[in-house]
């Protein structure tokens, strides 16, 4: 009988209180230490190797049965967000202005249920690493166990990670072959004029006019640099001049944000910034400088991992329940930075549309902990598929 959902029901009211307790004790990025504890703690009861501090606050657990050195990653993020909670239920944070409003305490409980289960019941043959990640929320922690070393210190054949998705029914599935979330950077544009007496602007090179002309001009390279099939935003968010009503500020600041899907329109339009950038400040006699990085990679989905995940989903909720073409999500996941060192696929499992089911990020956003059995139930049958054991 393969794994499905109810094969994880034992678990449930245990994952449920490993979720609710790291709801209660939320960790923003990097300061993952008592989440981190009690995973590593949980995982060593259960007969699993732990490896601390990869990628800072980051760990691994290693589970190895029979003799194939065959190979799967399993990956879970375990930060909150700098958000005061608006909840006022039981759980609710016991961290002033600390929140988690992205689920990644389900994701730690779900892949905790998975390694318990699968230390337990032992039904494959090879290597599973549990990653558990620090700091996803824009801070850097995939990139961290990357440079730590985390796929030559415990190499992996596939890897794969879940969401979920508020709005997307509970039980349900979406999995995408190819880009899936769009790549991040964040860009400052420094302008230098020069200052002079509110009322004397010949003596000026005003630098509040030139960021203004920069903030406008660089509308212009979704529209007119890229290709109308190419999906790109480049967002203005902050502008930053000056400080009193009678000086012609010297200097001026703006900054915001770039989304795109591929590597390669994110340095097109990095290219473009520092043309419309250096190119306009020259053009009033001012000089500019860009600042661009990106803290976020496009999420791009192997094709056969893909479908390899989409085949075990279907084997769990079957066909009609998992969306084989959700819409690309313009918002970003560091994940991407495992996905660009080792094949694999990001999926989303849906939190429903009731209550608990607003957006994530928001101070009402709660993890559904009705999904937790079928979401453990698909890295448990991941493994058992992949890793079968010759029959
Ligand atoms: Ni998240």
Request: charged share 20%; proline share 5%; with cysteine.
């Amino acid at each position: 009988m393969p794994t499905n959902r109810d094969t994880l029901l034992p678990l449930h009211a245990e994952m449920t209180g490993w979720r609710r307790d790291f709801h209660a004790h939320p960790e923003l990025g990097f300061q993952e230490t008592r989440t981190g504890g009690r995973v590593a703690a949980l995982l060593e009861a259960a007969g699993i190797v732990v490896t601390r501090g990869v990628g800072r606050t980051g760990l691994v657990g290693t589970l190895k049965t029979g003799k194939s050195t065959r190979s799967i990653g399993l990956r879970a993020d375990m930060d909150a967000l700098p958000i005061a909670e608006g909840n006022r239920f039981v759980h609710r944070s016991t961290h002033e202005g600390v929140m988690h409003a992205c689920g990644h305490d389900g994701h730690t409980a779900m892949l905790l249920g998975a390694a318990v289960h699968l230390a337990r019941t032992r039904r494959f043959d090879g290597i599973v690493h549990f990653i558990f990640q620090p700091a996803e929320e824009g801070l850097g922690g995939a990139r961290a166990m990357v440079e730590d070393g985390l796929f030559t210190r415990f190499p992996c054949d596939a890897i794969f990670g879940m969401h979920n998705r508020p709005k997307l029914g509970l039980g349900r599935f979406a999995v995408k072959s190819g880009p899936m979330m769009a790549g991040g950077g964040f860009f400052d544009i420094r302008v230098t004029g020069r200052g002079s007496h509110g009322a004397r602007p010949e003596s000026s090179v005003d630098a509040a006019l030139v960021a203004a002309q920069i903030a406008v001009s660089i509308q212009s390279i979704v529209a007119r640099n890229l290709s109308a099939l190419d999906n790109a935003v480049v967002s203005v968010t902050r502008i930053h001049a000056g400080d009193a009503y009678n000086v012609i500020p010297q200097t001026a600041e703006l900054g915001g944000t770039v989304r795109a899907f591929s590597r390669q329109t994110m340095e097109a339009i990095e290219a473009h910034l520092r043309r419309i950038a250096e190119g306009t400040a020259a053009a009033f006699g001012a000089s500019a400088t860009l600042d661009f990085r990106v803290p976020f990679a496009p999420t791009i989905n192997d094709a056969e991992q893909a479908e390899f995940a989409a085949s075990i989903c279907t084997g769990l909720v079957g066909a009609e329940k998992v969306d084989r073409n959700p819409p690309p999500i313009m918002a970003s996941e560091d994940f991407s930075f495992m996905l660009e060192q080792v094949p694999g696929c990001y999926i989303n499992i849906g939190n429903g549309d009731g209550e608990g089911g607003c957006e994530v990020h928001n101070p009402g956003y709660d993890f559904n902990d009705e999904s937790l059995p079928l979401g453990a139930a698909f890295f448990v049958r991941a493994v058992e598929t992949r890793l079968a054991a010759a029959a």
